[in-house]
């Protein structure tokens, strides 16, 4: 018996102005997700960048401090490629980050912070399409964005968010979009925002270097798994997101 085809995506809702998102590493947006950014902020959407770490521990030959310092230039920098211009850093460890309330908490600032109707995270999932097991540091501040967006919106968790800085609470967020889960169902066509999405990995050039392997090839890597995701929107190339939605 032939194996089933996979489900046509359907196309992730685009009714929306502004966007948060967050994610653990610099370069996580840019393994898929960043072409749909570039998208997003060509249409006039505000789409604002929070790292939970700078990525310190991602170059194995880099003493922590420096990678810092580097990744942190590169995230910004890769970041305006796609029409990003506020990139913000949470400075949580990398590598050993706990989901937990000072996460959840640093999530919430952000929200009513910016005050998004759409948050963007990355797979959260313990696996990439049951398969290769996720990292931990992606796992936990996908969920803790997930949380976080709620506890934003309820004025008695955190409560000194407003009480001593002023932040009210955030209810907007309609939906949260958790880029290359194995749960995704919808995608976004890049077909005519694709170059910029490689552009945008080729600014993390320390990290790339170090890194090697077929990850560290932006053209092949993001082909294949945008011309994948593109097969099943009915166009050359998209982003495949797994959608939250947050309210009715």
Do not use: C
């Not at 990290?207 to 082909?223: N, T, V």
């Amino acid at each position: 018996m032939s194996e089933q085809a996979p489900p046509p995506y359907e196309p992730v809702d685009e009714d929306w102005q502004t966007a948060l998102a967050v994610v653990a590493h610099p370069d996580d947006m840019e393994y898929g997700a960043a072409a749909a950014v570039a998208r997003w902020t060509g249409q006039g959407k505000r789409v604002v960048y929070v790292m939970a770490t700078r990525g310190e521990a991602g170059i194995d030959g880099m003493d922590p401090d420096e990678a810092a310092r580097v990744r942190t230039a590169e995230q910004i920098a890769s970041a305006a490629v796609v029409g990003v211009d506020t990139v913000e850093f949470l400075d949580f460890p990398d590598g050993v980050i706990e989901y937990g309330l000072p996460l959840r908490r640093a999530i919430a600032r952000s929200v009513r912070q910016h005050r998004p109707d759409v948050v963007i995270t990355t797979n959260f999932r313990d696996t990439y399409g049951g398969v290769f097991p996720n990292q931990a540091d992606h796992i936990a501040v996908g969920r803790a964005a997930l949380d976080g967006v709620r506890d934003a919106g309820n004025r008695w968790v955190f409560r000194d968010l407003a009480e001593s800085e002023g932040l009210a609470p955030w209810n907007g967020v309609r939906l949260l979009l958790a880029a290359g889960s194995p749960a995704a169902a919808h995608a976004v066509d890049t077909t005519a925002h694709f170059d910029l999405g490689v552009a945008s990995l080729k600014e993390h050039k320390a990290y790339l270097d170090g890194l090697g392997g077929a990850m560290a090839q932006p053209d092949e890597f993001l082909e294949s798994f945008g011309r994948m995701a593109g097969s099943r929107l009915g166009t050359t190339y998209a982003a495949a997101f797994e959608v939250i939605r947050l309210t009715m």
